[in-house]
């Protein structure tokens, strides 16, 4: 399937940039998207909701003055992340800034985000939209979106239990548009593997964590760098979805990873004065044992990039 216009020239690889729980900024979009991958933001990022606007402001201004000065290069789009959720508060606030700004790709969570495609559509935005199932993927495509990110085992943050070669097979039998794979892709290596089996994009988050440019404390890149696979808690005790996160992190607040108490979805709250009382419960994807340094975000993408290559090359050689 070829990528929708937007992205088939912009891309330096193919990559997008997941939306992370207070570590994504407009710093580090600005970085993905200037180094030819899509960054993302989530939208309750931006606090209080008029930082919105601002945010989207600097963002397109900054690539903007970028393109000008440099019409050759690659500059990706950028993305804004919306939680479909009744208790989202701030969505429709939210997806007017994001009109009035016409953000390119609008990426959703949760619900089937019927109101939001239809509002992404009215100037020519693209919705991606996260699923865990298939019944979540038809459900999305229902509602009119424009590709599905499969979050599958692995994924940091909220994630899903199925294996990439289930989840990707399963959906391509009935969804021929975009497919961006998200679990435990950390290397150029697993992004060319992604393509092999069927998707058409990596959707990449543990790595960017570990960047100079990312808003996690100093402590939270250390913890990404320190830890391996064997560290990640998959719960639903956080937020009522089943999510990774690092097992330090847990122990640090004084709870014992091994014997969290069950929570469900009635616990999820995604309103504007929500408190965030797990916020130094830190996410995190399995690929956290391929992370070794904390480099600008320039230099992750190029050592993808090399990556990516020498493994394609390598494909073709056997």
């Known amino acids: ?104 790709i609008i990426i959703t969570s949760l619900r089937a985000p019927n109101e939001v495609v239809k509002a992404a559509h009215s100037y020519g935005g693209l919705v991606f939209h996260d699923v865990t199932t298939i019944r979540h993927a038809q459900k ?17 943050g909220h994630a899903g239990t199925l294996s990439p070669f289930a989840l990707v097979g399963e959906v391509r039998r009935f969804h021929d548009g975009p497919i961006i794979l998200s679990g435990a892709i950390a290397t150029g290596s697993a992004i060319l593997s992604a393509q092999a089996m069927g998707a058409d994009l990596a959707y990449i988050g543990t790595r960017f964590i570990a960047t100079k440019e990312a808003n996690a404390a100093d402590a939270y890149k250390d913890m990404i760098v320190g830890t391996s696979a064997s560290d990640i808690v998959y719960t639903p005790y956080f937020t009522g979805v089943p999510g990774n996160y690092l097992k330090p992190s847990i122990v640090a607040q004084g709870l014992n990873p091994d014997d969290l108490p069950h929570a469900d979805k009635t616990k999820m709250s995604f309103g504007s004065g929500t408190a965030k009382a797990w916020r130094d419960i830190w996410g995190s994807g399995q690929a956290v044992g391929l992370i070794d340094d904390c480099p600008p975000v320039a230099e992750v993408i190029a050592r993808l990039t090399s990556e990516y290559a020498q493994a394609k090359a390598a494909l073709c050689a056997r």
């Open 1 to 104: 399937m070829a990528l929708p216009a937007l992205l088939s020239d912009a891309l330096a690889l193919p990559v997008i940039a997941s939306p992370m729980f207070i570590v994504s900024g407009p710093e580090l979009v600005i970085q993905q998207c200037l180094n030819g991958v899509v960054g993302s933001f989530p939208a309750l990022n931006a606090r209080p909701a008029e930082q919105l606007d601002l945010w989207l402001t600097r963002i397109k201004a900054e690539l903007a003055q970028a393109k000008a000065a440099d019409p050759t290069r690659k500059i990706a789009p950028f993305a804004v992340n919306q939680i479909v959720h009744t208790s989202n508060d701030r969505l429709q606030q939210d997806m007017e800034t994001c009109v009035k700004h016409e953000v390119p």
């Open 140 to 156: 999305a495509l229902e509602a009119g979106v424009d590709g599905l990110i499969l979050v599958c085992a692995g994924a940091g």
